[in-house]
């Protein structure tokens, strides 16, 4: 399982997670990464961001951004769990 920094509290969380099965009480959560000046901003102030996702590309497109510490899938996707970034990202080699 691939983490990442969850902003700026020490903590390292998975990149991709179950929506209610992770502490992130203290976590920006957004449904999309759209607004560009409120992830900049949460970044900035070292306030971890999540953002909830329910596709493989939304998983994707929220964790091309580096300041987002996690996307939070909806219990019934727990099969996003298993995706292969790398090959969802670059393809199959």
Do not use: C
């Not at 992770?22 to 102030?45: F, G, P």
């Not at 996003?80 to 090959?87: H, I, P, S």
């Amino acid at each position: 399982m691939r983490e990442r920094w969850f902003g700026a509290t020490g903590r390292r969380v998975p990149e991709i997670a179950v929506e209610g099965e992770l502490d992130i009480d203290d976590a920006l959560v957004l449904d999309d990464v759209s607004n560009l000046k409120q992830l900049h901003q949460a970044h900035e102030a070292g306030r971890p961001i999540a953002v909830r996702a329910s596709t493989p590309e939304e998983v994707k497109t929220a964790l091309s951004h580096p300041e987002v510490a996690t996307a939070l899938v909806p219990p019934e996707r727990r099969d996003l769990l298993e995706l292969d970034l790398r090959e969802l990202t670059y393809g199959s080699q």
